[in-house]
């Protein structure tokens, strides 16, 4: 049965949720689809089906009793295989393997739940279209068989020639190019018919006039010299057999379109039969014979006839095509639309997904530092805030007992004091700058064999007065001296806290060294102390902030030196190695690039 509105096709609507059932049943009705069944029972699908006979079925596929995959199957055991009935899943499982399995059980198209409205309207249109073109198309295809076994029977008791119908009939169903159909239209009338000239001229509506577009038996380029024929100059010459035209002798009419071109390839005799089909005009079908008039006979009129029915319906199934190919182009062009489209939200989506869980995975790691720093904060900064508060507090009460000395002592206390917490401020302040990407690189020339002696005196001086420090300059001239383009500060803070680590985590009266080296293009500094060393399960997070080795014990610290070292040196574009051994000490070498000054 054939679809002559789109809207009144049948419609089976199959879901286990009422809702879903009436909202795509309201959906197709504000569309005037008029013709829809529905059923929440996927175990009626069978009878709804050869009771109904659907156009098309929009199928959930998670169901109680018979699932969409179960109801697919079933469904194909009674579907002959050459009909084209169109079945649209509907589903929440927008799983691969949930589509793939889905087509390959017989579905047509795909929609993941959420349904977007439009799309459901637009894939239940698209279905519809074809279905019907299906339809259509077997429909034609029933006529033309009938059509040809009619034609059978006749040339059964007819000649040779009308064998000829038959081959040509058959490689003309074979030809689905509309080109490639002209030509045999062309040739196979020429042989049916004995003469030396075939053409096909096709009729354009919108011009309203016939133009030649093949032929057989022509001069090259003989096609392209000939003029279009507007339909009023079409009159009937001579003999004429219904709709077939004879001209006995061109040479003989002067009004005729294209004359002389005829006249010029000694064109004699030529007859013609419209090319008709459902009403519509196609052309025309020509022959000619040249050198002679030869008189055709009735049933050779009757075979051109024939051969122009046939050329009609080629032409139309190739037109068809030609159509079903733009379409099916079009269907594929929308389907890479919507995929690309859903590919572009999805990878939207999984950047989206990506940003947030980088959101949490930042959010996570600052609640981290903000525990450590807390927890850094309530011990570093506590003790030396006791001992400004003791100490004041003493030369608050005792002013008058306390000898100068004393005084004195506890003033330097507390400025010692000060200046830790003052230490500790600017560590935070430093690691926070490097966080954010704001630490400041301003190189400028440095004498580094200076700078490290300083840096030497500076600790004998103070907290490493009780070890054994020593100062190397391993290749470099007597006397040594190496200038560079440094950052002062932040070279500070690397021997300071490297330094400091070594003084701090080593037993008093232990040898620590600092080596100076240099290779030409980099600049090489090695801190070695006879310390407590690192555990290797502490190794992999030395350079996390406000992490401490499990083996510090009592030992006061930040965890944040390792830290801003490695931020200095990566301002310097230069790398930092650490081997340490649990007991066995550790040992530091930072590599900067060297740059002239």
């Known amino acids: 049965m054939l679809i002559d509105r789109l809207t009144d096709a049948r419609i089976l609507i199959v879901d286990d949720q009422e809702v879903n059932v009436l909202v795509l049943q309201s959906l197709l009705e504000e569309e005037a689809y008029t013709h829809i069944q529905t059923t929440t029972d996927s175990r009626r699908v069978l009878a709804l089906v050869a009771e109904f006979q659907p156009d098309l079925i929009l199928l ?71 279905r019907a073109l299906h339809l259509y198309q077997q429909n034609q295809n029933q006529v033309l068989e009938q059509k040809v076994q009619e034609r059978t029977v006749e040339l059964s008791r007819q000649t040779a020639r009308a064998e000829a119908l038959t081959r040509t009939a058959a490689r003309l169903n074979s030809q689905l190019d509309l080109p490639t159909t002209l030509d045999v239209v062309c040739y196979e009338t020429a042989q049916a018919l004995q003469v030396s000239i075939a053409t096909v001229s096709l009729f354009d ?51 005729l379109p294209n004359r002389n071109h005829y006249v010029g390839m000694n064109l004699h005799t030529a007859a013609s039969a419209v090319m008709f089909r459902d009403d519509e005009l196609f052309g025309w079908l020509n022959i000619g014979v040249t050198g002679t008039v030869r008189h055709f006979v009735e049933d050779e009129l009757k075979l051109l006839r024939s051969l122009a029915d046939l050329a009609a319906q080629a032409i139309a199934n190739a037109r068809l095509h030609q159509d079903l190919q733009a379409y099916t182009e079009q269907l594929e062009d929308r389907v890479a639309e919507r995929t690309a489209a859903l ?56 002013y008058s007992r306390l000898s100068e000395d004393k005084k004195f002592s506890h003033l330097q206390r507390i ?88 003084v701090k985590y080593s037993p008093e009266g232990s040898h620590i060294t600092l080596d100076l080296g240099y290779t030409g293009e980099t600049v090489c500094l090695v ?46 574009r230069g790398t930092i190695e650490v081997e340490s051994q649990e007991g066995g000490g550790t040992t530091c070498t930072i590599k900067l690039p060297w740059v002239a000054a």
Do not use: W
């Open 60 to 130: 959930d596929l998670h169901m109680p009793h018979l699932d969409g995959y179960a109801v697919l199957a079933q469904l194909r055991g009674v579907i002959p295989p050459q009909s084209y009935l169109p079945i649209l899943v509907l589903t929440a499982d927008a799983t691969r393997q949930a589509k793939q399995r889905a087509l390959k059980m017989g579905a047509k198209d795909f929609l993941t739940k959420p349904l977007d409205h439009m799309e459901v309207l637009l894939r239940t249109r698209n279905l519809l279209e074809t």
């Open 205 to 255: 509506q919108e011009g309203q006039q016939f133009t030649v577009v093949a032929g057989l038996g022509l001069p090259p380029d003989y096609i392209q010299t000939l003029q279009p024929v507007p339909l009023g100059l079409i009159k009937p010459h001579g003999q004429v057999d219904t709709d077939v035209s004879v001209i006995p002798d061109i040479q003989a009419l002067d009004d």
């Open 343 to 398: 590919q572009t939200a999805n990878t939207q989506l999984n950047q989206a997904n990506e940003e947030v869980s980088r959101a949490l995975e930042r959010e996570k790691e600052l609640n981290e530092l903000k525990s450590r720093f807390l927890s850094m904060t309530s011990h570093e900064f506590r003790t030396p805030l006791a001992v400004i508060l003791s100490s004041a507090q003493l030369i608050e009460r005792y």
């Open 415 to 502: 400025q010692a004091s000060v200046r830790h917490i003052s230490a500790l401020v600017d560590d935070v302040l430093l690691v926070e700058q490097g966080r954010v990407g704001r630490l400041q690189f301003n190189p400028a020339p440095l004498d580094l064999v200076a700078f490290c002696r300083d840096m030497i005196e500076e600790f004998e001086m103070g907290i490493a007065a009780g070890h054994q420090l020593t100062f190397l300059t391993t290749g470099l001239a007597d006397p040594p001296r190496l200038l560079a383009q440094m950052d002062e500060s932040l070279l500070q803070h690397i021997l300071r806290n490297l330094l400091s680590n070594a």
């Open 527 to 572: 801190v070695a102390d006879q310390g407590i060393g690192i555990p290797t399960s502490d190794q992999a997070r030395l350079f996390d902030s406000f992490h401490r080795a499990s083996n510090v014990g009592t030992i006061s610290g930040t965890g944040l030196g390792l830290y801003i070292v490695k931020q200095a040196v990566k301002q310097h």
